[in-house]
């Protein structure tokens, strides 16, 4: 079983370099087995129709735990928001041509708010465009907050800059990938909130979680100088 290493990643030159790691990191993870599980729906639901653009949406907001499901009405108004934009737009348009889409508000919550959706449809057009368009969630701002801390990047990031913001660390860190930032950022923040569920396979998550306590299991992963030295 590979431990995961605890990449205690605050400036730039760590972020690169635990990016060249990420996919031996990952290797055979849960996590990559769910993303493979997310293209091949994609590639089996090419014909854009609402339901095609509704199951989309569902398989990402139930892997990935976006929580849209939960709001009155979030997926249903985002699908057709979707079916309703011109596909090409979807496909390969510039950030300035689907900005209205992310400012948006989807479905309603106890309170009748409405509420956006920038994590779910940054998701979904990622995996529209092959990995090439950056992914909003909690983690990833977590991951950029401790970096921005450092760098001093931009502004903190939020859901009004994430393009702009994400675009220019990809191309500042020298990793011109989003799927291998999103990748490393994701990591980062699951390992350091001690969140192994997509990480472990299932057979070395139970046997760990039977014979050590969560406390034993975060002291397991290496400090920052092993993370360093394992290049």
């Known amino acids: 079983m590979t431990k995961p290493y605890q ?46 653009i509704k199951l989309r949406l569902l398989v990402i907001d139930s892997l990935f735990s976006t929580n849209m499901s939960k709001r009155y009405f979030g997926i249903d108004d985002l699908a057709n928001a979707i079916h309703d934009t ?28 409405g509420l956006k959706a920038t994590s779910l449809l940054s998701k979904y057009i990622h995996f529209v465009r092959s990995g090439n368009f950056p992914i909003y969630d909690s983690l990833v701002k977590k991951a950029y907050w401790q ?38 950022l994701w990591y980062s923040q699951k390992i350091t909130q001690g969140s192994f569920s997509l990480i472990y396979s299932k057979e070395d998550l139970k046997n760990k979680l039977a014979t050590t306590s969560h406390t034993s299991l975060l002291q397991e992963i290496p400090d920052d100088e092993s993370f360093k030295q394992s290049k």
């Open 147 to 184: 970096i921005n801390k450092e760098e001093k990047i931009t502004p903190n990031l939020d859901d009004t800059n994430f393009y702009y913001a994400l675009k220019s660390l990809n191309e500042i860190s020298g990793i011109n990938n989003f799927e291998l930032l999103d990748m490393t």
């Open 86 to 113: 011109e596909q090409a737009l979807i496909q390969k348009g510039s950030y300035e041509q689907l900005e209205e889409l992310f400012k948006q508000s989807y479905g309603f919550n106890r309170e009748l708010n």
């Open 7 to 52: 990449p205690q990643i605050s400036n730039l030159e760590d972020l690169k370099l635990f990016s060249e790691q990420i996919m031996e990191r990952l290797k055979d993870s849960p996590y990559l087995k769910e993303k493979e599980f997310i293209k091949e729906t994609f590639k089996k639901t090419r014909e854009q129709t609402f339901y095609n």
